[in-house]
């Protein structure tokens, strides 16, 4: 079955420290992976994607994922974070048809000073 | 470039009530269509998609309902809002190849 698995539904970091959130899927082809921000009271943007090509892609906010197909997993990464990626993240996996698209339960990030 | 518009943006309605939300989005044509409900401090629940005028697939069995009229609205309706309809309502667009989805704002519906 189609799945995707955020093992860390809260996460504190201090500001400038680096960040990784996990994300872990199952799927039956080649996933479409994604990752989604959504700041309190708004809707999800879209911050990053992978389809195919070099495993390392570069997002929006300064973010990036590596995907590992050995591991089935789809991690964000940000090398120095700010206040403001205080938000929760999703990671989703989808295919190329209209309703193959499975979300996480989303990662909340809390950044202290 | 596309956008998505979501109204209203906050509702506050007694039980029993009717609801009717509405998405509608520019720029694209012929998009999949997708409503979303967030629970607080839970993640996205699908409801409904649609991928064509007329065609609505249900998700989850509950007292909501879809349509989409035309080609870029789609419309989350209700005869009798229950308590347990409160949330987070999210409209999304997908397309394109890889069907990437694309969210608008949002409507925060509170049932009393």
């Known amino acids: 079955a189609q799945s995707v698995t955020q093992p860390d539904i809260h996460i504190t970091v201090s500001e400038g420290a680096s960040l990784e959130l996990r994300c872990n899927y199952s799927y039956g082809a080649t996933p479409y992976l994604f990752w989604y921000v959504q700041s309190p009271g708004q809707g999800l943007q879209l911050l990053l994607k992978?389809?195919?090509?070099?495993?390392l892609v570069q997002g929006i906010k300064g973010f990036e994922a590596e995907f590992k197909r050995s591991q089935s997993s789809f991690n964000l990464r940000k090398p120095s974070v700010h206040w403001s990626d205080a938000a929760e993240y999703f990671c989703a996996v989808g295919g190329n048809t209209g309703n193959q698209f499975y979300f996480g339960t989303g990662t909340s990030l809390t950044v202290i000073p | 470039s596309q956008t998505i518009h979501q109204w209203p943006a906050t509702l506050v309605q007694p039980v029993g009530s009717p609801l009717s939300l509405e998405c509608t989005v520019e720029?694209?044509?012929?998009?999949?269509l997708y409503w979303y409900r967030q629970a607080a401090g839970r993640g996205l629940q699908l409801l409904f998609y649609?991928?064509?005028?007329?065609?609505i697939s249900s998700e989850v069995p509950q007292n909501l309902s879809a349509s989409r009229p035309q080609d870029r609205q789609f419309i989350l309706s209700s005869k009798k809002l229950l308590l347990s309809d409160s949330g987070f309502y999210l409209c999304?667009?997908?397309?394109?190849?890889?069907?990437?989805?694309?969210f608008g704002p949002g409507t925060r519906l509170t049932v009393l």
């Open positions: 999304a667009w997908g397309g394109g190849f890889y069907n990437e989805q694309f």
């Open positions: 649609s991928v064509g005028i007329g065609q």
């Open positions: 720029g694209t044509s012929n998009p999949n």
């Open positions: 992978y389809f195919s090509g070099d495993t």
